[in-house]
């Protein structure tokens, strides 16, 4: 039988990433493609009491429909951790759960894009939220990312010449997939661009508490005095993301625009999930476990990229160390070959995914070299000495 596909689908492919995870069934495959938390991150044993918890004290209220917005109490909690931690919240604003930053980012989107409406997003981005734009019909046009962030000449010319934009989409902080951080006189530029165009900004922050070294930098959103950017958070990457909760805090008139698209899409949140990040910001020491994390991620980090540094000489390729997050952004120098690149990392047993996976265009690189992203979140610190030995090995066989 032939089936006739909507039109928004037949634009999307498969995440690469996803794809190249089904690999890791084959016996001695090292990943680093996943983006997954490290196995050591999950408070498992608090989990598990909080969860029998819930049962014993409030078992209906854990299996019953809840309402869209969230969990009020929940709401509430993120509400004043954002402003403790942020500044984040102004008299206009308003938060909801969502379920996981994904949603939040496809909700945002469907609340203002028509078909063959703009997202200009950062080149390369996070694929997930390239294909959520896509999925409501919106067109993504990328700008290229900088050590300090988005080019912002780049982007002031896109938001002056393309018709139809409607949403900047950034991820300032330990930017998926290159590591970057955004400098703070370019939030501040960015913001201001968006008043000037008219158009609002998404900002993603899900590893924004992950920071392990360098100074603290503000969100674009602390600075929103009139109600110009849509904040997305998470508990995936400093919780579970299993759990599927996310957060977005956005002016109050935007808000219902997403409920009801929402409401649509899944009714509201998981709401045992959502008492279970309740319990654990009230009753658990959310600081120092984050703490924790930040400790765990530093190490990581810093052990794959004396790693790198030991298997890969500096002419072959160059690598940009971030200041927190879960990903490091290799270059190759001298063979911009992306696919021989893969093949040799595959033939290795190493995983890895492409840079071209993360561009806007994903028919072509727009790095004009052969680019890859690599996790150090997930592997054990064996399998990070290892890999890094099966990845130059595969890099010195392209010479």
């Excluded at 503000?218 to 110009?228: Q, T, V």
């Amino acid at each position: 039988m032939d089936y006739n596909f909507s039109e928004r689908l037949k634009c999307l492919k498969p995440s690469a990433i996803r794809e190249i995870l089904k690999s890791l069934d084959v016996p001695g495959v090292i990943s680093f493609a996943a983006g997954n938390p490290a196995e050591k991150a999950f408070p498992s044993a608090e989990i598990a009491k909080i969860s029998a918890k819930i049962f014993e004290e409030t078992p209906i209220k854990a299996l019953q429909y809840n309402i869209t917005e969230g969990y009020f109490p929940l709401r509430a909690e993120v509400e004043k951790r954002q402003k403790k931690l942020h500044g984040i919240g102004r008299n206009f604003d308003a938060t909801i759960i969502v379920s996981g930053g994904q949603q939040g980012l496809e909700l945002a989107a469907r609340a203002f894009c028509d078909t063959d409406d703009v997202i200009l997003c950062e080149n390369p981005s996070f694929i997930g939220a390239l294909n959520a734009f896509r999925s409501v019909g919106a067109k993504v046009t990328g700008v290229r990312v900088e050590d300090d962030g988005i080019d912002v000449a780049e982007l002031e010319q896109k938001l002056r010449t393309t018709p139809r934009v409607k949403l900047i989409y950034l991820i300032p902080t330990f930017q998926n997939p290159t590591g970057v951080t955004t400098s703070l006189e370019k939030r501040k530029k960015i913001l201001e661009l968006a008043g000037k165009y008219g158009v609002v900004i998404i900002e993603d922050n899900p590893y924004g508490e992950l920071r392990f070294a360098g100074e603290y930098i503000p969100p674009i959103k602390s600075f929103d005095d009139e109600g110009r950017v849509i904040y997305v958070s998470s508990f995936s990457k400093i919780l579970s993301p299993g759990l599927r909760v996310g957060t977005v805090t956005a002016h109050a008139d935007i808000i219902p625009k997403m409920v009801v698209a929402k409401q649509g899409e899944d009714v509201h949140t998981n709401i045992f999930s959502q008492l279970v990040c309740h319990r654990f910001m009230t009753e658990c020491d959310i600081d120092g476990h984050i703490a924790r994390l930040r400790a765990l991620y530093g190490e990581k980090c810093a052990l794959m990229s004396e790693c790198l540094r030991k298997e890969i000489p500096e002419s072959a390729a160059a690598f940009k160390i971030p200041q927190g997050g879960l990903f490091i952004w290799g270059t190759l120098k001298n063979f911009p070959d992306e696919a021989r690149l893969i093949k040799e990392a595959t033939a290795r047993r190493i995983a890895i995914v492409p840079g071209s996976a993360f561009m806007c265009d994903p028919e072509r690189n727009a790095t004009g070299t052969a680019s890859f992203r690599l996790n150090y979140s997930t592997p054990s610190e064996e399998d990070l000495i290892a890999g890094c030995a099966r990845l130059g090995e595969a890099i010195r066989a392209l010479e």
